[in-house]
């Protein structure tokens, strides 16, 4: 007799290994008769597995994220992150035991979305929802007879940092309609009973790395596919039960930490940040000078340019305190500072 795994050896999971491996090998609620979980082993075993909290390690997911992004820069492409707005099911028509399967990152062992779904949510939005040219659909996203690939890669979508996990309930109320077992076909009324199934989604607020990467000549194409895709995760959603509102995401815009430590310090001197700049230059000068992290001093001091610039104080200041401030500046960034 063929025995499962879990009664070979103790099954035991931290968060921070794989978790798809234990999620999809390790379940050990089947009834006597081997003939399935009934519906309280599918529950205990989801209740288990979200139980376990956030799943992932943080160093592996940290290095391969800061990895791919280091590969999209080089390439030309462009790295998005996005934060789910609300449940987010990856996977549901796989295999498992539960009846309703999940898709986990071989490597990571934590939800993801595969790149081939993101390249085919976000050609049905350009052809269907915002009526696209079929020449440049072709273009962008392949012919469907394979003959081409289209001018855009789509990675694979992965978290940023470990993963929370949560217990979702579909409702079906037409179960004989339905079911494929069913001598007879029976229409749907409203005297059948509703069956609860459990099943796993990520809870809302967890943020994923997704990523393009032009082909050839497909700079341009980039950045067209990098505005639906935006439109196409607000407005329609991925993976799978997105008719019912699951899959949303929000865009998240990449972080500045110079301009969030300058409007910090701003908002200690009752200031914007341009009027700082060009009211207090010795104040913000003395502050920034104060700044030990080489990094984000280099940030603020990008930033402070940027704003010196755009009120034209950068190549001609005014006033004995900006001058005095701007020299300095780029005193430190001729010896390499910045």
């Known amino acids: 007799m063929v025995r499962p795994l879990y009664k070979c050896s103790t099954p035991t999971i931290q968060p921070k290994g794989n978790f798809g491996l234990f999620y999809d090998k390790f ?95 976000v050609r049905s939005w350009a052809a269907n929802w915002i009526d696209v040219d079929g020449k440049e659909i072709i273009r962008i996203f392949g012919s469907d007879d394979s003959a081409s690939v289209g001018s855009v890669v789509f990675l694979d979508a992965i978290p940023n940092q470990p ?92 972080s500045n930490p110079g301009r969030e430590w300058l409007e910090s310090f701003a908002k200690t001197e009752g200031k914007s940040v341009e009027d700082l700049a060009k009211d207090s230059p010795n104040v913000l000068l003395e502050k920034w000078d104060t700044i030990e992290k080489q990094d984000l001093k280099a940030a603020v001091h990008q930033e402070i340019r940027s704003i010196y610039q755009k009120i034209g104080y950068w190549g001609n200041p005014l006033g004995g305190s900006a001058k005095k401030a701007i020299r300095q500046y780029k005193s430190w960034q001729e010896v390499g500072g910045s």
């Open 27 to 121: 379940c050990d609620k089947w009834n006597e008769d081997w003939k399935g979980l009934g519906d309280n082993g599918k529950r205990e075993w989801i209740e288990e597995v979200v139980l376990k909290g956030e799943i992932g390690d943080p160093d592996l997911i940290k290095e391969i994220a800061e990895r791919r992004s280091a590969l999209i820069s080089t390439v030309g492409g462009m790295t998005l992150v996005f934060r789910t707005k609300g449940p987010f099911v990856t996977g549901l028509g796989r295999s498992h035991p539960v009846e309703n399967g999940f898709a986990w990152h071989n490597t990571l062992g934590v939800p993801y979305l595969p790149g081939s779904s993101i390249k085919g949510m």
């Open 163 to 254: 993963v929370r996990l949560k217990m979702e309930i579909m409702t079906p109320h037409y179960g004989p309609y339905y079911s494929e077992f069913s001598k007879e076909l029976e229409p749907p009324a409203d005297w059948h009973s509703p069956i609860p199934i459990p099943f796993l989604a990520v809870d809302a607020g967890q943020e994923f790395l997704f990523g393009l990467i032009p082909r050839c000549d497909g700079g341009k194409d980039c950045r067209k596919v990098d505005a639906w895709l935006k439109e196409a995760l607000h407005s329609i959603g991925a993976g799978a039960k997105t008719a019912v509102g699951y899959g949303r995401f929000a865009y998240l815009e990449p």
